[in-house]
């Protein structure tokens, strides 16, 4: 009987913000493959297209027309999830057939008018920018009645299921905490009033004591690979001090913010010599009026690729119907992404 | 203020099954695709391809000969994610850093000698054939002492990760209960507890009443999108009657299901003229050795197309850090499959 090594053995981890196990398989890192590739581009993007919606003074598909504008721009979503309307809802449903109107507003946030950019190409300063546009958003519709939650995401690159690479996130938000939110703020709460302390400032605090899964940290941030990371190369960042919102963050902490979000999309990029695509988007209190000591602010990155720019994981079948799982560690993602320079390889890769 | 009406305004609805919201957005399934479109093959494939490690005769990566094999044939995965061993574990976890040894094994079941097959494609009886070696291997696999659970699943097309066309699914079965599983039977109980009948056999009677979202109906099963689906075409396969796992089914039963799983996936490949891609996968009780009245036999299909063979619903953004999202009502998307012929459209499709 051989002893466990979590390099070599099949073996499952907890995630206590979702209080879900997940599968890790490091033997089967070396499996072959041949399967579908992805398509990388290669070309390089004009700073101004005049057929991308998103530009300065463009049309867009509606026949509105963008302003001439320089840095951050944000606009209602011409295609929105959600409406802002109230409806009559009558109520009646039975117990299998159970539904609820939902209201809320889809924003669009152009990062720069530069069309060719992306986050990791654009300076310190004006991703600061975009930081400080997140915390206006998430202050002015939180602000309104009918708003409880506000989710600020990015969307980056065509097999994230982005159709336009004007460098842009999203604001969807609306009247409930969404599922996933409402797990995690559970769990944090659970452990709140365990503990009296914050999950994930307890949490940072042993990774940064472990240093094996740490890649980047500053005065007020850390960004690390998750011990219960499900994806290939995912990463958080956090704040090393419990923060529940943007609304507490001063200048000098967006600018960190923007400091380590430039330097993770950097070593992102740097992994497969490509245009890193991933999701992305922050986690923090809801904007119900409650009161929530248990929140911690955090930004989760869910890159799909693997092995290359044109290798990524499929989360189905199993995945799906089960349960997460992976194959490279997270402790040897980590090492990879560490290793990486904060400087970009070069400008032209792809 | 205009009163709520579930084919024009947003709304959410709840899965009972996980104790879970998804948001239903049907004003914006018009909204125009300028994203990623996936690859059609369109290429007829032999009924024996030298090259495919799953075709009867052939060697495999591995270096071990396939037999001479007609119908069904099931071998250990030669890259699993699982280990048989029986490993040594101190158990020296902390309370951020929580992680358990897994055992289990992977199997491949190929469901036909024929490379250029698929379920569609096959008579009732040869898919009967694979019933009843999925019914074998859950016997078989669950009786191990070491096995808990035995996930049976197939992926299907490229898209979805699946990297040979060679018609065949897999089993993946381990000690533990996965998290999705685990949650489907927590609330399963939880109706059985407070109502002394299975949730799903309540469900579907409802459904057949309702008579919208059900596509297929025989003796035994019925096919249907469920209320609370999340991709565009999802599908589910339910017992009529109360069976909590593959063992109560009779040969008759086998063969209604058989013919159930030819009649939708025939459907499936009519919807966009294209050997539909999914991944699917049964949910059944546990092999735990403990009494699961609460379990009732499902099978999911999770197909990702939305409007073509070449464009699907990315699940992204917000959907991976807040909330499934769907576009086109499941009553829209029910009403669409329940018109399509369960005879195929033609041959040589794609
Ligand atoms: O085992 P396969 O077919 O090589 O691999 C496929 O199915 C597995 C189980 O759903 C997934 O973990 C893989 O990501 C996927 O590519
Ligand atoms: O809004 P977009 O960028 O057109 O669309 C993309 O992001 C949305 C939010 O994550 C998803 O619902 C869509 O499936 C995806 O294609």
Not at 15 to 44: C, F, H, M, Y
Not at 229 to 255: C, D, G, H
Request: proline share 6%.
């Amino acid at each position: 009987k051989s002893s466990f090594n979590q390099k070599n053995h099949p073996h499952r981890r907890y995630n206590p913000l979702l209080d879900e196990w997940i599968l890790v398989s490091p033997q089967r890192a070396n499996r072959p493959w041949q399967g579908q590739t992805e398509k990388t581009s290669g070309e390089q993007l004009p700073s101004h297209d005049p057929n991308c919606y998103l530009c300065s003074g463009n049309v867009r598909i509606n026949g509105e027309k963008n302003p001439d504008y320089k840095g951050v721009f944000v606009f209602d979503n011409d295609f929105g999830s959600l409406m802002k309307d109230d409806v009559e809802f009558s109520g009646e449903t039975s117990d299998f057939f159970l539904l609820k109107p939902e209201r809320g507003i889809n924003r669009v946030i152009c990062f720069s008018e530069n069309h060719s950019l992306t986050l990791p190409d654009m300076e310190v300063n004006d991703i600061k920018a975009v930081v400080d546009v997140w915390q206006k958003q998430y202050e002015e519709l939180g602000n309104l009645d009918y708003i409880n939650h506000v989710q600020i995401f990015e969307n980056k690159g065509q097999v994230m299921g982005c159709s336009n690479p004007h460098p842009h996130g999203q604001i969807w938000a609306q009247s409930s905490i969404p599922s996933i939110v409402l797990k995690t703020q559970e769990n944090l709460k659970r452990y709140f009033e365990k503990n009296g302390t914050s999950l994930l400032e307890d949490y940072v605090k042993k990774e940064l004591e472990a240093d094996e899964r740490v890649i980047l940290e500053n005065e007020d941030f850390a960004a690390l690979v998750p011990f219960w990371a499900i994806w290939p190369y995912e990463t958080m960042i956090v704040s090393k001090r419990k923060t529940e919102n943007l609304l507490e963050f001063s200048e000098e902490q967006k600018l960190s913010l923007a400091s380590i979000i430039k330097d993770l999309t950097t070593k992102y990029d740097n992994l497969f010599n490509t245009s890193f695509p991933y999701s992305a988007g922050i986690h923090q209190s809801p904007t119900d009026g409650k009161s929530h000591p248990e929140w911690h602010f955090h930004m989760h990155f869910y890159p799909p690729l693997l092995r290359s720019a044109e290798v990524k994981k499929f989360m189905v079948g199993y995945e799906m119907l089960a349960e997460a799982q992976r194959d490279i560690t997270p402790e040897q993602s980590a090492e990879v992404l560490k290793s990486l320079s904060c400087t970009k390889n070069n400008k032209n890769f792809d």
